[in-house]
């Protein structure tokens, strides 16, 4: 669930979230990719998916024991940054070492299968000044406009669940 999909060298790729067993034998949600060829797309034929899944699946794993994506690298996003020369993978991770909260994690990449995780959150749950995100902050939509960038996310706290905003330029 959680589809994200982008278009790059003549091929739709669609990354999402899937629930199971991680690689040490626990519920985990990781970050697989499937893809299917633009001229094939959307990727229906006589009701036969022409979309295929990825050999590198999960494309991001959860993490090891201690790290911030221990049972969770989720939600993922993907977008390339012209500046970096590499593709960016925004996601939320919940892991040992988040304390029980979901965080936004970042990930980059140079071919869309490969990726390298930053091992700190990008954004931390709680660091609102107004607590709306002391539990999770997670969930995360991105938009780039007139020079700056926009990222909601999904803020969890004490009043529940709501849509929160951190911008790349103060306001």
């Not at 797309?41 to 494309?59: E, M």
């Not at 002391?134 to 939509?141: L, N, R, T």
């Amino acid at each position: 669930y959680q589809p994200n999909l982008l278009v790059a060298n003549a091929t739709v790729f669609d990354f999402y979230n899937a629930a199971g067993t991680n690689a040490r034998g626990a519920y985990a949600e990781q970050s697989g990719v499937a893809s299917v060829s633009l001229g094939d797309f959307p990727g229906i034929d006589s009701n036969t998916s022409l979309w295929r899944q990825s050999a590198s699946n999960p494309v991001l794993p959860s993490g090891p024991p201690g790290s911030f994506d221990t049972r969770m690298a989720s939600d993922p996003k993907v977008w390339w940054d012209d500046e970096l020369g590499c593709w960016i993978m925004f996601y939320f991770g919940l892991g040992d070492g988040s304390a029980g909260h979901a965080d936004i994690m970042i990930a980059r990449s140079d071919d869309l299968l490969s990726w390298e995780k930053d091992p700190a959150p990008l954004y931390t749950a709680g660091g609102h000044p107004a607590g709306i995100d002391a539990q999770h902050a997670h969930k995360i939509s991105l938009l780039y406009h007139e020079g700056t960038g926009y990222l909601y996310y999904t803020a969890v706290g004490p009043k529940g669940r709501g849509i929160a905003l951190l911008t790349s330029k103060p306001r």
